[in-house]
């Protein structure tokens, strides 16, 4: 995950796979950070840093929350995905 698009389509992916889980509220969870990087990216200009940091931060803590609800379910292996994402975007807010 490293520029917005790659950010798109990994979030995508793992909405099509909540849905083909049938996780329909991690589905809206992903469905609204999608929908938080779309308008970020409708801009022809990039981003401002304290809008990058506060667009990453954010994707970050509602990734986190899902990670933190597939561990209550048993999920660890898609838990430890969605945490790595969060770290990941959260690294992302101070690095690029």
């Known amino acids: 995950m490293g520029s917005l698009t790659q950010i798109h389509e990994t979030l995508r992916s793992e909405l099509n796979g909540c849905l083909?889980?049938?996780?329909?509220s991690d589905a809206h969870e992903i469905q609204n950070c999608i929908l938080l990087l779309l308008g970020s990216m409708n801009g022809a200009q990039p981003l401002e840093?304290?809008?990058?940091m506060f667009l990453f931060r954010r994707m970050g803590d509602k990734?986190?929350?899902l990670?933190?609800?597939?561990?209550?379910?048993g999920e660890e292996l898609i838990a430890s995905r969605f945490q790595h994402y969060a770290d990941l975007l959260r690294e992302m807010a101070f690095t690029e």
């Open 63 to 65: 990734l986190e929350v």
């Open 20 to 24: 083909a889980r049938e996780a329909f």
């Open 49 to 52: 840093r304290p809008a990058r």
């Open 67 to 73: 990670a933190d609800r597939q561990r209550s379910r």
